[in-house]
């Protein structure tokens, strides 16, 4: 483990990294951090949660000329609420430097943007198409860029970015310096680094496995009908403090989330369609903890750091096992345990274990528990409730009560009845989810998705370790709405 000031890095830096929190460097930011500050073109590969935000964050803060108002950095990113993850990163970097850092998306007001890019910011982070409606409109000025950063390289080609990324490059100036960053490297990606970047250095974090090996990983095989009830006994049995449940289309997303609320869990989804207030509150109720279950597509969770997910469920199994990689590593983040269960229908095996190849990882089997377990969770939960109440002891307005309790019934039944009534008992509210075709068959083959060969295993980065449970679902009641279907479409326009 190398310390930040191992690193070369400015005192200013590195007293922002410590109130950051951050002690030693992760190994993808130890491999970049020095190449990418001597101006060397960087491609990073390293497992989700690793730290690769800070890898190009930290060298960017470090080059900026204060004296200079002009865009000297230009970080594309895939999604808005990753651009904006990225830009709070790099501002919490750049504080003690004062850095002006700006986020630029789809879905904004650009006549704000363009009022704030003539505050000359000296860092822009922003979604490709919308930077690149600026260039067009003549409002981003790129003739000063010395640094250009595609995080996630891999997610911009899934959602079809390549033209604009193409155009984008094309705009900055040619002796620039690119970083390209991403957790997967398929071959398109590297076929960009070939066009458009300069004899790059490329650092892969050695790794056995693609996936971090504190994420405990459990499939379900179930039959589609049966998943939701299967879901809602495994919430109860896990009590997950902060959970995430991928479903594959948005009207899936819209019922889980409806089908969960009226279950007594607080449940909100996000996906492409909404609008971007809706996304950035659901979002903010989630790391607030004012939700506990967060519904998703792929494509609106790619690349979210949010702290303290312990558990990731993937309702839908993924199609690729790029999907697969990214959406569990949502959780088991800086270092940090997590479980993951994947639902499989029989059809579907095949694409289980096309994931397990890649991720050369096996996946336990999980049978899922019955009604009674679930039961037995809710009331362990209920019975742990009283007993953290009774420890904090400020019982005494109520002790009077509980004297003329007993004086009637038996004490034993009293407390009986405390557990029932903070039991969560099963619930079968019925629920309208609407069966997902299967995808289509698929047999098992080993498949080289180039570029991973030799590139598993899991050493973690940095420690730390929590364990899981707590938490407990609380009720609530909220609407989902019914929205439209498929995602994967070109959600930044
Ligand atoms: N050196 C460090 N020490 C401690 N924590 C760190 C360090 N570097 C990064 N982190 C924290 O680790 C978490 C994950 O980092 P980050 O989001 O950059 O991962 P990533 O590699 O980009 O993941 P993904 O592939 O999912 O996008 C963040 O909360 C970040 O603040
Ligand atoms: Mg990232």
């Known amino acids: 483990m190398t310390k930040f000031s191992e690193l070369n890095i400015s005192e200013s830096t590195q007293k922002a990294l410590q109130r950051m929190g951050f002690e030693e460097a992760t190994p993808i930011q130890e491999g970049t951090i020095t190449l990418s500050m001597e101006g060397k073109d960087v491609?990073?590969?390293?497992?989700?949660?690793?730290?690769?935000?800070a890898a190009f964050g930290i060298p960017i803060i470090e080059k900026i000329d204060m004296s200079n108002p002009s865009v000297q950095a230009l970080i594309i990113a895939p999604t808005r609420e990753l651009a904006i993850q990225v830009s709070e990163e790099i501002y919490k970097i750049g504080y003690g430097k004062r850095a002006r850092v700006l986020t630029v998306y789809g879905g904004q007001e650009i006549g704000r943007q363009i009022r704030a890019l003539r505050n000359n910011p000296q860092i822009v982070?922003?979604?490709?198409?919308?930077?690149?409606?600026?260039?067009?409109?003549?409002?981003?000025?790129?003739?000063?860029?010395?640094?250009?950063?595609?995080?996630?390289?891999?997610e911009m080609l899934n959602m079809g970015f390549i033209e604009d990324i193409n155009t984008i490059l094309a705009s900055?100036?040619?002796?620039?310096?690119?970083?390209?960053?991403?957790?997967?490297?398929?071959?398109?990606?590297?076929?960009?680094?070939?066009?458009?970047?300069?004899?790059?250095?490329?650092?892969?974090?050695?790794?056995?496995?693609?996936t971090v090996e504190n994420i405990?990983?459990?499939?379900?095989?179930?039959?589609?009908?049966?998943?939701?009830?299967?879901?809602?006994?495994?919430?109860?049995?896990?009590?997950?403090?902060?959970?995430?449940?991928?479903?594959?289309?948005?009207?899936?997303?819209?019922?889980?989330?409806?089908?969960?609320?009226?279950?007594?869990?607080?449940?909100?989804?996000?996906?492409?369609?909404?609008?971007?207030?809706?996304?950035?509150?659901?979002?903010?109720?989630?790391?607030?903890?004012?939700?506990?279950?967060?519904?998703?597509?792929?494509?609106a969770a790619r690349g979210l750091d949010i702290s303290g997910v312990t558990h990731v469920y993937n309702f839908d199994i993924p199609q690729d096992p790029e999907s697969y990689v990214h959406r569990i590593g949502r959780t088991g983040r800086a270092g940090k345990?997590?479980?993951?269960?994947?639902?499989?229908?029989?059809?579907?095996?095949?694409?289980?274990?096309?994931?397990?190849?890649?991720?050369?990882?096996?996946?336990?089997?999980?049978?899922?528990?019955?009604?009674?377990?679930?039961?037995?969770?809710?009331?362990?939960?209920?019975?742990?409730?009283?007993?953290?109440?009774?420890?904090?002891?400020?019982?005494?307005?109520?002790?009077?009560?509980?004297?003329?309790?007993?004086e009637k019934?038996?004490?034993?039944?009293?407390?009986?009845?405390?557990?029932?009534?903070?039991?969560?008992?099963?619930?079968?509210?019925?629920?309208?989810?609407?069966?997902?075709?299967p995808l289509p068959m698929r047999k098992t083959q080993s498949r080289d998705r180039g570029g991973y060969k030799g590139s598993r295993g899991g050493g973690r980065s940095f420690g730390g370790g929590r364990g899981y449970g707590g938490g407990g679902s609380r009720r609530n009641n909220r609407d989902g709405g019914g929205r439209r279907d498929r995602s994967r479409n070109r959600n930044e326009r």
């Open 337 to 406: 345990s997590g479980v993951a269960v994947t639902f499989v229908t029989s059809r579907e095996m095949g694409y289980l274990r096309v994931v397990e190849e890649t991720t050369k990882k096996r996946m336990t089997p999980l049978q899922p528990p019955t009604e009674d377990e679930a039961l037995i969770g809710q009331q362990r939960l209920a019975m742990e409730q009283l007993t953290e109440v009774i420890q904090k002891n400020e019982l005494t307005d109520y002790a009077p009560l509980a004297a003329e309790l007993l």
């Open 125 to 154: 982070v922003g979604t490709p198409g919308r930077i690149l409606d600026h260039i067009n409109r003549k409002t981003l000025k790129l003739n000063n860029v010395q640094t250009l950063v595609l995080d996630e390289a891999d």
């Open 43 to 53: 491609i990073g590969q390293a497992q989700t949660g690793t730290g690769k935000t």
């Open 216 to 299: 405990d990983q459990y499939f379900v095989k179930s039959q589609e009908r049966e998943k939701f009830d299967i879901l809602s006994r495994l919430l109860n049995v896990h009590q997950p403090e902060l959970a995430i449940v991928f479903g594959r289309t948005k009207r899936r997303v819209d019922e889980l989330s409806h089908a969960l609320s009226i279950r007594g869990y607080l449940a909100e989804g996000i996906h492409g369609d909404l609008t971007q207030a809706k996304r950035m509150s659901v979002l903010r109720q989630f790391k607030e903890n004012k939700i506990d279950v967060l519904v998703a597509t792929d494509v």
């Open 172 to 210: 900055v100036p040619s002796e620039r310096q690119t970083l390209l960053f991403s957790a997967t490297m398929p071959a398109p990606i590297r076929k960009i680094a070939e066009t458009f970047m300069k004899t790059p250095e490329i650092v892969k974090i050695k790794s056995k496995e693609m």
């Open 409 to 437: 019934f038996d004490a034993q039944d009293i407390i009986a009845a405390a557990i029932k009534s903070l039991t969560n008992e099963p619930d079968d509210t019925p629920v309208k989810i609407t069966e997902e075709r």
